[in-house]
């Protein structure tokens, strides 16, 4: 749990909460850099990028605040807390806790995020594959440049890159939730690989 921050803000006093934080242009700093901020001000932008459904999010409890980047038109986009927020959101809450980590560009958003989630290993293996291949489509970053900005080495970079692109939809499910692990998934894209060949050579010995 972070330092300074009181337990219960959103869960025990959401009326209070409301008070403090009305008025505020930017949020108003609770304690220890938590600030309370409007929700309709947080962006869940690279909700996509984070499908899997680790184990050991929930014990972080309702009170542990979002670690946000500051946008230029000064709203937050969410980088660790997407299944806090979207609680919060479903309970109605109108201000929620939230620590900026900084601006920085796009690429720098998507590390952040696998590196705030890495020590509690509430990331999966296809939230890093979807990472991958958002910085290769939509960044432009090849494997190399991936690999340093995420700290791997581009064979890890290509093997993420593989299991994002080439699983099944019903794999990448089963890899989210950790039903299978990364290796299993890269021999689950070897072996659709291998049918589709030996389909493809029954199709030209028939034509």
Same mark, same amino acid.
């Given at each position: 749990?972070?330092?300074?921050?009181? &337990?219960?803000?959103?869960?025990?006093? &959401?009326?209070?909460?409301?008070?403090?934080?009305?008025?505020?242009?930017?949020?108003?700093?609770? =304690?220890?850099?938590?600030?309370?901020?409007?929700?309709?001000? $947080?962006?869940?932008?690279?909700?996509?990028?984070?499908?899997?459904?680790?184990?050991?999010?929930?014990?972080?409890?309702?009170?542990?605040?979002?670690?946000?980047?500051?946008?230029?038109?000064?709203?937050?986009? !969410?980088?660790?807390?997407?299944?806090?927020?979207?609680?919060?959101?479903?309970?109605?809450?109108?201000?929620?806790? !939230?620590?900026?980590?900084?601006?920085?560009?796009?690429?720098?958003? #998507?590390?952040?995020?696998?590196?705030?989630?890495?020590?509690?290993?509430?990331?999966?293996?296809?939230?890093?594959?979807? $990472?991958?291949?958002? /910085?290769?489509?939509?960044?432009?970053?090849? &494997?190399?440049? %991936?690999?340093?900005?995420?700290?791997? #080495?581009? @064979?890890?970079?290509?093997?993420?890159?593989? /299991?994002?692109?080439?699983?099944?939809?019903?794999?990448?499910?089963?890899?989210?939730?950790? !039903? %299978?692990?990364?290796?299993?998934?890269?021999?689950? %894209?070897?072996? =659709?690989?291998?049918?589709?060949?030996?389909?493809?050579?029954?199709?030209?010995? @028939?034509?």
């Amino acid at each position: 749990m972070l330092s300074g921050v009181e &337990p219960g803000v959103l869960a025990a006093k &959401p009326p209070e909460a409301t008070r403090r934080a009305a008025g505020a242009s930017r949020g108003d700093e609770i =304690a220890g850099g938590v600030q309370l901020v409007p929700i309709e001000r $947080v962006r869940t932008h690279y909700a996509r990028l984070r499908p899997g459904v680790a184990r050991g999010g929930e014990q972080l409890g309702p009170e542990f605040p979002l670690l946000v980047a500051l946008l230029p038109d000064g709203d937050y986009e !969410v980088l660790d807390g997407l299944k806090r927020l979207a609680r919060w959101r479903e309970r109605g809450y109108r201000v929620v806790p !939230v620590v900026v980590d900084g601006a920085g560009s796009s690429a720098e958003h #998507k590390r952040r995020l696998l590196a705030a989630n890495a020590p509690a290993r509430t990331s999966t293996a296809l939230d890093e594959a979807r $990472v991958v291949c958002s /910085l290769r489509d939509e960044e432009q970053l090849g &494997p190399s440049a %991936i690999g340093r900005l995420l700290g791997h #080495k581009r @064979q890890w970079v290509e093997r993420r890159m593989a /299991l994002g692109r080439g699983l099944s939809r019903r794999g990448q499910d089963e890899l989210g939730q950790g !039903v %299978i692990g990364p290796a299993l998934g890269h021999e689950l %894209i070897r072996l =659709a690989h291998r049918s589709e060949e030996h389909t493809s050579e029954l199709q030209s010995r @028939q034509s």
